[in-house]
């Protein structure tokens, strides 16, 4: 079955400029999850969705940094005024549910965004 | 907040040998423990879990130990193979908090 899908895979932006990165998850999956994951890191939580209900975004490092899941299924992370710092990839997971009954995580194969 | 620390940072063993991999973490709170393996270019691909109310899991050559009282969990991989070359994470939640990476070789 279709897993994770992210697109684009790669961005190129000028500093300053804004971007938007989109996230098909699983079908069904009730839970989303976005992390940034910089070059030899791990993954860094930045917020997680719970259907359309943004339940955590303790890991949005500034307020340049939005995302959205307006139906519960398609999301969209958005850097506004884009640094040189952002450049990172950035995953996008779906799980079935998540919090009481944490549900494996599946991820996507990331957007690879790079700040000129 | 959870906070994972993970050991070794890099591994490399022969054909054949074991691997062990070790994460601590500090949330008492945290119940449920995966290990991710990542390809170069690809997203981390879950490859075993395990919940706080079990101590072992096994899933043909790959095993994971949870010890709750030390808050310490391990990635057990036996018989190793070339292809299981690649960077092994950790996790723990509460919070989804990530070990910062094994980079495993294996030689043939």
């Known amino acids: 079955g279709a897993g994770v899908s992210q697109s684009p895979r790669y961005k190129v932006a000028k500093r300053g400029q804004d971007v938007a990165l989109r996230c098909d998850p699983i079908?069904?999956?009730?839970?989303l999850f976005w992390y940034q994951q910089a070059l030899g890191q791990g993954p860094e939580f930045l917020t997680y969705?719970?259907?359309?209900?943004?339940?955590?975004k303790s890991g949005l490092p500034s307020d340049r940094f939005f995302a959205e899941r307006p139906e519960g299924s398609v999301s969209t992370l958005k850097i506004q005024r884009t640094q040189q710092e952002d450049s990172a990839v950035y995953l996008c997971?779906?799980?079935?549910?998540?919090?009481?009954?944490?549900?494996?995580?599946?991820f996507g194969d990331g957007t690879r965004l790079s700040i000129l | 907040g959870e906070n994972v620390e993970q050991h070794p940072s890099t591994l490399s063993v022969q054909e054949g040998d074991s691997a062990v991999i070790k994460c601590t973490y500090s949330?008492?709170?945290?119940?449920?423990f995966p290990w991710y393996k990542q390809e170069l270019g690809k997203g981390p691909q879950l490859i075993i879990d395990?919940?706080?109310?079990?101590g072992e899991k096994k899933d043909q050559r790959i095993a994971v130990t949870l010890n709750k009282t030390a808050k310490h969990f391990s990635l057990h991989i036996t018989e190793t193979q070339p292809e299981d070359s690649a960077v092994y994470f950790c996790?723990?939640?509460?919070?989804?908090?990530f070990g910062a990476g094994t980079r495993l070789t294996v030689k043939p």
């Open positions: 997971a779906s799980s079935l549910t998540w919090g009481n009954s944490n549900q494996p995580q599946h």
């Open positions: 079908s069904g999956h009730v839970s």
């Open positions: 969705f719970q259907n359309e209900a943004q339940l955590d």
């Open positions: 949330d008492s709170a945290s119940n449920y």
């Open positions: 395990i919940r706080s109310n079990v």
């Open positions: 996790a723990a939640s509460t919070d989804m908090r």
